[in-house]
């Protein structure tokens, strides 16, 4: 929110206070949609919304299942700043294993980044699909390393897990539908410019 107000894009209604999931803005032509940050690509991706936010590791999760034309990623916004890594307990040969061909069980939430991440390094890994306290899986057996956003890495630090690999630096992006590209690209590319304009004033400190 505080971005688009620097694009020049106001909601008319508080989104924190307000119960409703459609808001109009300060531009008639621009409404925003409030929806799951999981179900934005959905939404964008079958023309519900002409474009969206969404973080990075919610695309790659979306990337094996369209079926369609890739969604247009124009910018990257820098919001919530992290990376999405391989995290083992301490001591764990993480390498030697690898190195190795042995098989991992890796407890994420994040199962398709996982599998392409070691098909690619030709690991055989068992993905155990969890929905939160990640760091729990290795403590309690459950999985030999852990595929998870960290940002300081202190919670990993307090639970004696460390970091082995980075699958990809992560940030929120601006997602486009390309076929509203197309066809409403006299809207569309305003946004864009004010968007990547208030994206560089951010990074500038200005």
Known sequence: MPLLARAGVR????????????????????????VRASDVPTYVQHGAADCGVAGFDVLLEHMAAWDQAPLYQPLDLGIGQCR?????????????RVARGARLRVATKYVQATREFFADKGVHVDVIKLYGSMELAPLTGLAD??????????????????????????????????????LKRAQLQPLIAQLEAAVGACA???
């Open 11 to 34: 909601a008319l209604e508080d989104p924190e206070a307000s119960r409703k999931l459609i808001i109009g803005t300060s531009d008639a032509q621009l409404r925003l949609v409030l």
């Open 145 to 182: 390393a852990i595929v998870d956003l960290v940002s300081t890495g202190s919670t990993l630090r307090a639970n004696q897990l460390v970091e082995v690999e980075t699958l990809r630096p992560i940030s929120s992006r601006l997602i486009v539908n390309p076929a509203a590209f197309k």
């Open 204 to 206: 500038s400190g200005s």
């Open 84 to 96: 999405l890594c391989v995290a083992v307990p301490a001591g764990f040969d993480y390498a030697g």
